[in-house]
């Protein structure tokens, strides 16, 4: 029996998205595998995050940043899935590396964060046996800009959560979900909008739904969208609430400009609603030929792209989106860890 911790720190929120929906995602799957696979989870949380214990996953032991020699002991591997790895010897160690966003362009965050980030990021480099990406994207990122061996990198994809119901009535609704931010391209949205409600009745029928939280930049979309009744911001929903939103929208739009995954689209994909979303090159992978690309910052040509799906063009979107969400499931993924964790213990290569 592998015996593994998973720091779930990063999951221990009362509002998950992103990478909390990612952490928890995998270590339920992870606890979910038959025995033959001989993984033995233990979730971990830093001993900052005790005060959210009513949001662990169950079997959850608390850690000092230092780390325990005793709990050590008792790991054969140690996954930091938000890129940070404690400090000790002893379990083998795996990092997850979401994405490079914040060391490609300056503006998706503050420079605390961004140099926090490299720190973790730069450590993992140094310390990590394996490293585990989302995406073939990332994995090119990560091997240029950390100089880390391809071979050590392992693409472990996510998955959507839930199944749909089916049959659900559309409403009149395109979403934009994920976070308001810089990042996320949330003004690229609201302005690709307005520019398809000036050229179709159809989109002009629809209300723009802004579904998250607000996060670096914000502050110039709630601007954007002030006295704009056709666009809301209803910020975060739980995951029913969110299901029935996604399910009943004309269209999914995320123009992200930068993305190591992109659960949205995937999700979206699971509940037959057109995607339409920008050329990041995780994106297009993650999409599989099952969406409508156009670069971040072209909003003509996301509005163009918008018009089509609102005035029944490209009726297949659905279809094919939601035969390639098929191919992702958390099952699949977390047999992959498991595969990664076995590999970091058999052949560690730490220097």
């Known amino acids: 029996m592998l015996r593994v911790g998973l720091d779930a720190s990063a999951s221990a929120v009362a509002k998950p998205t992103g990478v909390a929906v990612a952490i928890r995602g995998l270590a339920l799957a992870l606890g979910a595998l038959p025995a033959a696979e001989e993984i033995e989870l233990t979730p971990l949380y830093r001993l900052s995050r005790v005060k959210r214990r009513s949001t662990f996953l169950p079997g959850a032991k608390v850690f000092h940043p230092r780390f325990s020699l005793l709990l050590a002991r008792k790991l054969d591997v140690i996954h930091g899935p938000d890129a940070r790895l404690p400090k000790l010897r002893g379990p083998s160690l795996v990092a997850t590396i979401h994405d490079l966003s914040v060391r490609k362009d300056g503006r998706f965050s503050e420079p605390g964060f961004r140099e926090t980030r490299a ?193 029944g063009g490209a009726q297949e979107l659905g279809s094919r989106g939601r035969a390639r969400a098929a191919e992702f499931t958390w099952e699949r993924s977390a047999r992959a860890l498991a595969s990664v964790y076995r590999a970091a213990r058999s052949a560690p290569c730490r220097a």
């Open 119 to 311: 720190r973790h990021w730069e450590d993992a480099a140094a310390r990590a046996d394996r490293i585990v990406v989302y995406t073939e994207a990332v994995k090119r990122d990560v091997t240029r800009e950390l100089s880390f061996p391809a071979e050590r990198i392992s693409v472990v994809p996510l998955a959507a959560s839930g199944k749909p119901r089916g049959g659900t009535a559309k409403r009149d609704h395109v979403l934009v979900l994920g976070e308001i931010s810089t990042r996320k391209n949330t003004l690229g949205a609201v302005l690709a909008f307005e520019r398809a409600r000036e050229r179709s009745p159809a989109a002009r029928r629809t209300t723009l739904l802004l579904v998250g939280p607000d996060g670096h930049g914000a502050e110039a979309v709630h601007e954007a969208i002030r006295g704009r009744e056709h666009v809301r911001h209803v910020g975060w929903l739980p995951a029913a609430e969110l299901a029935e939103t996604l399910e009943t929208a004309r269209a999914l739009l995320f123009p992200s400009r930068s993305e190591g995954f992109g659960l949205p689209v995937l999700e979206a994909m699971q509940a037959s609603v057109p995607v339409i979303a920008s050329n990041d090159p995780a994106l297009v992978e993650v999409a599989g030929g099952a969406a409508l690309h156009a670069d971040s910052e072209d909003v003509a040509g996301l509005a163009a792209h918008l018009v089509t799906v609102l005035e």
